[in-house]
T-cell receptor, first 116, second 111 residues
Framework: NAGVTQTPKFQVLKTGQSMTLQCAQD?????MSWYRQDPGMGLRLIHY???????DQGEVPNGYNVSRSTTEDFPLRLLSAAPSQTSVYFC???????????????FGPGTRLTVL | TQLLEQSPQFLSIQEGENLTVYCNSS?????LQWYRQEPGEGPVLLVT?????EVKKLKRLTFQFGDARKDSSLHITAAQPGDTGLYLC???????????FGTGTRLKVLA
């Protein structure tokens, strides 16, 4: 079991460039999510998905797009990178409960993104 | 808007001391999760508390969920250098999947 994998580990972009952060899990989890972590601000939810074809916005969705075509993959797209998107990005997956909430969230190793 | 406030933000203590970390909100949560994160890695779950008033123990760590399910605490007895890390609480409002995280408590235990 690889768990949750993220690529790339590091990325430097110029303002205005676009890119996709990849996330995959092999635990057959329905729930997947993207967070960003900035110094002193904990983790903030960007987007999440409770199953293939279903996505929803989190706390800070602006400037990011997601799609969930398979259970395994949940890519995060930056449409036009801005310096404010410099951060560490974590993907997580979990089993979800029918009435809300999830079990243990398993996190990937993170992608450190710098936007110049 | 739901918020989870953690205190203290930073804590530096000597090996063998006890400490308590707090996670407070004005909102009700269906459950609260506690994670520990080490530098360069993703958070790892320590425990989930579900029932108001619940107390869970994990070796030297004791977790409590408030009766009203709005707050939680983490108590570490006889801290060790291996306890060093960033401690995060997280939760979602009842019936939702939208998780929020606290700002974290950065703990350093000196040998």
């Amino acid at each position: 079991n690889a768990g949750v994998t993220q690529t790339p580990k590091f990325q430097v972009l110029k303002t205005g460039q676009s890119m996709t952060l990849q996330c995959a899990q092999d635990m057959n989890h329905e729930y997947m999510s993207w967070y960003r972590q900035d110094p002193g601000m904990g983790l903030r939810l960007i987007h999440y998905s409770v199953g293939a074809g279903i996505t929803d916005q989190g706390e800070v969705p602006n400037g990011y797009n997601v799609s969930r075509s398979t259970t395994e993959d949940f890519p995060l797209r930056l449409l036009s990178a801005a310096p404010s998107q410099t951060s560490v990005y974590f993907c997580a997956s979990s089993y979800s409960q029918p009435s809300g909430g999830v079990d243990e969230q398993f996190f990937g190793p993170g992608t450190r993104l710098t936007v110049l | 808007t739901q918020l989870l406030e953690q205190s203290p933000q930073f804590l530096s203590i000597q090996e063998g001391e006890n400490l308590t970390v707090y996670c407070n909100s004005s909102s009700v949560f269906s459950s609260l999760q506690w994670y520990r994160q080490e530098p360069g890695e993703g958070p790892v779950l320590l425990v989930t508390v579900v029932t108001g008033g619940e107390v869970k123990k994990l070796k030297r760590l004791t977790f409590q969920f408030g009766d009203a399910r709005k707050d939680s605490s983490l108590h570490i007895t006889a801290a060790q250098p291996g306890d060093t890390g960033l401690y995060l609480c997280a939760g979602a409002a009842p019936g939702t999947y939208k998780y929020i995280f606290g700002t974290g408590t950065r703990l350093k235990v000196l040998a």
